[in-house]
């Protein structure tokens, strides 16, 4: 199972808005709504941002929001600020009964 | 609230095993799938395969199958993670992760043990 596709590095300034993609195919991404997004600051562990495309978990700023189109989701951060500046992960289940994580995405914050 | 805790760091050497605990509390722990995933220093998150608390039954990722064992003790609520035959890319940060009751992801996570594999 070949890891899902993310921007390397994405940035904006404060305030601003920026998205980040991740593409599967249609046996993972494109196939199921069970794609989530997670945040890692460095040196600690993944936090659940997103859920089942476009679900915020309780406790989640509503700046962060995600969809789907087709085997490409997205994650939107709106009003960026300097504590999101991190990596963030996509994931989906995948038809094998297993899950698979994108490549990730530094998210910088100028 | 829910804790997810792990053992703490390892250091083994090449064709060596390591066996990670992951201890649970806040919750029920037979009503909630764990998840083993890895990232090695500097890369990205790496899935290894599920373990349901209540039957045991497992699912490991292809790549670990014939390396990876996942068990539990329902009676200290632990779940633990052997890897045999290490080699130096093994080296990484094993995290345990629970699954949602009610949907496919990553809820709460432990703070990660890091193993690293050297002669």
């Known amino acids: 199972q070949s890891a899902l596709t993310q921007p390397a590095s994405v940035s904006g300034s404060p305030g601003q808005s920026i998205t980040i993609s991740c593409t599967g195919s249609?046996?993972?991404?494109?196939?199921?709504?069970?794609v989530s997004w997670y945040q890692q600051h460095p040196g600690k562990a993944p936090k659940l941002m997103i859920y089942d495309v476009s679900n915020r978990p309780s406790g989640v700023s509503n700046r962060f929001s995600g969809s789907k189109s087709g085997n490409t989701a997205s994650l939107t951060i709106s009003g960026l600020q300097a504590e999101d500046e991190a990596d963030y992960y996509c994931s989906s289940y995948t038809s094998s009964n297993t899950y698979v994580f994108g490549t990730g995405t530094k998210v910088t914050v100028l | 609230q829910v804790q997810l805790v792990q053992s703490g760091a390892e250091v083994k050497k090449p064709g060596a095993s390591v066996k990670v605990s992951c201890k649970a509390s806040g919750y029920t722990f037979s009503s909630h799938y764990m998840h083993w995933v890895r990232q090695a220093p500097g890369q990205g998150l790496e899935w290894m395969g599920i373990?349901?608390?209540?039957?045991?039954?497992?699912n490991y990722a292809q790549k670990f199958q014939g390396t990876v064992t996942m068990t539990r003790d329902t009676s200290t609520s632990t779940v633990y993670m052997e890897l045999g035959s290490l080699r130096s890319e093994d080296t990484a940060v094993y995290y345990c992760a629970r699954r949602s009751a009610i949907t496919r992801n990553f809820d709460h996570w432990g703070q990660g043990t890091l193993v690293t594999v050297s002669s």
């Open positions: 373990i349901n608390p209540s039957s045991g039954n497992t």
């Open positions: 249609s046996s993972d991404v494109g196939g199921y709504n069970y």
